[in-house]
């Protein structure tokens, strides 16, 4: 079994526990694709078998979020489940979150939580935090693509965030209330994308357990089709099973190193990417889908 489900992940489980129930209901090597904290809930694409060998190459890595910002204080998890280390001061108004969102769009730099799983000296900064070991993770560049305000909430307003992957939604939420002098953070997070994986073609464990995993299986190259296609002709099909290399001119649409979705007979056998004269296996998929 190849491919991918579309999880919707509850809130109360961790990433990893939720990617332990499809392994137990599929029996085969399973990962996922950008974890969410244990209270956050939302998309979670499930990698199956040779689908964890292709995260590298999805064609979109952008995440789609619904987040509320409380200015009921600051915690130093920057979430709801931490300990408040500011008191709030008050509810901005609408015009002045408005005024504030511009300076959070686009390239900008985040320093990531101390609860979080970044790691310092080989060790994840939250395991550090838990000991009182007071660790600031290096600053680093991100990119958010869209910033929308939403409704007001009886706490604050709802978010909706567009970003590339790396981004912390709490920090942004934290930092936002830095910038308004109103101290506040993340109360509620919903993932609503991950690429092409979208929240209204979820499904939940509890169909995966009622419907077996194969109704919902997604195919091999579902997130890759915004790369390049090449089919193979069936004169070179033993050097593609194997992983050599092939002629050149196959890639000739291709800039020089740029990937290509490799088909024999229309199946999925590989990633390609142009070297020289020649198109050499990026990923093989021995065996197809």
């Known amino acids: 079994m190849n491919g991918y489900l579309n999880l919707l992940k509850p809130p109360g489980m961790s990433s990893g526990a ?3 129930v499809v392994r137990r209901l599929t029996g085969e090597k399973t990962g996922h ?26 064609s979109d890595k952008t995440k789609g979020y619904l987040a ?41 730099l985040q320093r990531p939580p101390a609860y979080s799983a970044v790691k310092q ?15 600031l993770a290096a600053v680093r560049e991100t990119e958010i ?5 939403m409704e007001e909430t ?39 994308r991950h690429g092409c994986f979208g929240i209204d073609d979820t499904v939940t464990l509890e169909e995966l357990q009622a419907d077996g995993t194969e109704k919902w299986l997604l195919p091999l190259d579902f997130p890759l089709q915004g790369m390049p296609r090449i089919d193979v002709p069936d004169r070179y099909g033993k050097t593609a099973r194997s992983g050599g290399k092939l002629p050149g001119n196959l890639a000739a649409g291709l800039a020089a190193g740029e990937h290509a979705r490799l088909y024999l007979q229309n199946e999925l056998i590989g990633i390609g990417r142009r070297d020289g004269d020649v198109l050499r296996f990026a990923v093989g998929l021995p065996g197809g889908e």
């Open 33 to 58: 694709a950008g974890t969410l904290d244990p209270e956050a809930a939302g998309v979670l694409p499930i990698l199956l078998g040779r689908g964890a060998r292709l995260l590298d190459y999805f």
């Open 68 to 108: 509320e910002i409380a200015f009921t204080g600051a915690t130093d998890t920057q979430d709801a489940q931490g300990f408040l280390t500011e008191e709030g001061r008050g509810i901005p108004s609408r015009q002045e979150v408005e005024a504030a969102l511009p300076a959070f769009r686009g390239r900008i």
């Open 121 to 135: 000296g080989g060790k994840p900064l939250y395991a550090l935090a838990r000991k009182g070991v007071q660790v």
């Open 154 to 192: 009886d706490a604050g307003y709802m978010l909706h965030v567009e970003c590339q992957s790396g981004t912390y939604i709490r920090t942004l939420c934290h930092d936002l209330g830095q910038a308004l002098g109103r101290p506040a953070h993340m109360r509620f997070l919903l993932r609503t």
């Open 145 to 149: 693509t869209a910033l929308e305000l």
């Open 18 to 20: 939720a990617v332990a």
